[in-house]
């Protein structure tokens, strides 16, 4: 008994997948990506935010442990460091 519930259930999920399988666009998204601050460059950037005391800056983590802060604005060429403990982080690339 047991082994025909599992060829069943097996057999749903084969005739699920494939029915959500072929309702899948693939054609590509109408987006394209622009560099919201082209003047400056943050070393592995894994959080943007920003600070809710409508001062209009941006803040951005590193994934190293640095983090930025800088005015709202896409002609900004530097910012300011906020928090720097990339010491203290171990940080291995696994793309090298």
């Known amino acids: 008994m ?9 057999s749903c999920l084969v005739l699920v997948a494939r029915t959500f399988g072929a309702d899948v666009d693939t054609s590509p998204l109408p987006f394209k990506t622009v560099r919201a601050f082209p003047e400056i460059r943050i070393d592995r950037p894994i ?3 920003y ?8 803040v951005v983590a590193g994934q190293k442990g640095d983090i930025h802060i ?16 990339t010491s203290k982080v171990v940080y291995k690339d696994k793309q090298n």
């Open 47 to 49: 959080v943007v935010t």
């Open 51 to 58: 600070p809710k005391d409508d001062t209009n800056r941006v």
């Open 2 to 10: 047991k082994f025909s519930f599992v060829s069943v259930l097996a």
């Open 70 to 85: 800088f005015p709202n604005d896409q002609e900004i060429e530097e910012t300011s460091v906020f928090l720097d403990i």
